[in-house]
């Protein structure tokens, strides 16, 4: 079974453009789940969609969106990028269950660096 | 505001020695997860925990969910370079903490 696939794995990009990212989940997931990783604040939670709906949502300005299409692939985008927003994007795909019982499976992410 | 808080961040030491990392809140949570990250992949989980004062083993690894579910620990017994990566807890899934980075040299 494939993998959790995220593209592009890298990116540049200067400060005000906007940037989306792409995230196809393993086959038979419904829920996509997107992370920012960087060195100073860890993995933070973006959202979670499943099946087309924004579930859960973190504390992110609203520059940060999402949506999920109905074969469950995932798009984030970013508008009027900052330098701060330098950072690993990760996307997990899970069978969309309780937290107590469900996996999580990450990509291997998108690196984003801001000029 | 990080909720889980990962101790030590950075841990070096020798093939076959042991070592013990910790994840710690103020918050309580349902489940906990431990993840295990190698540069340039995202988490790979490990294991999850959602009983107070449950023990699981994977192999020479060993968890320990705190019986109030607000902590958590890993013992690592006789760490192999193949151990080498960030180890991350996260509770409820989503609440992850900043890591720690550990190097097990040969």
């Known amino acids: 079974k494939a993998g959790v696939t995220q593209t592009p794995r890298y990116l540049i990009k200067t400060r005000g453009q906007q940037v989306t990212l792409s995230c196809s989940p393993i086959s038979g997931h419904r829920s996509v789940s997107w992370y920012q990783q960087t060195p100073g604040q860890g993995l933070q939670f973006l959202f979670e969609?499943?099946?087309?709906?924004?579930?859960n949502k973190g504390n992110f300005p609203g520059r940060f969106s999402g949506r999920q299409f109905s074969n469950s692939r995932s798009e984030m985008n970013v508008s009027t990028l900052e330098l701060g927003d330098s950072a690993l994007y990760l996307c997990?795909?899970?069978?969309?269950?309780?937290?107590?019982?469900?996996?999580?499976?990450f990509g291997p992410g998108t690196r984003l660096t801001v000029l | 505001t990080q909720l889980l808080e990962q101790s030590p961040q950075f841990l070096s030491i020798q093939e076959g020695e042991n070592l013990t990392v910790y994840c710690n809140s103020s918050?309580?949570?349902?489940?906990l997860q431990w993840y295990r990250q190698e540069p340039g992949e995202g988490p790979v989980l490990l294991v999850t925990v959602v009983t107070g004062g449950e023990v699981k083993k994977l192999k020479r690894l060993t968890f320990q969910f705190g019986d109030a579910r607000k902590d958590s620990s890993l013992h690592i017994t006789a760490a192999q370079p193949g151990d080498t990566g960030l180890y991350l807890c996260?509770?409820?899934?989503?609440?992850f903490g900043k890591g720690t980075s550990l190097l097990v040299t040969p």
């Open positions: 969609y499943f099946s087309e709906t924004q579930r």
């Open positions: 918050s309580v949570f349902s489940s």
């Open positions: 996260a509770g409820d899934m989503v609440n």
């Open positions: 997990a795909s899970s069978l969309g269950g309780t937290h107590l019982a469900d996996t999580q499976y």
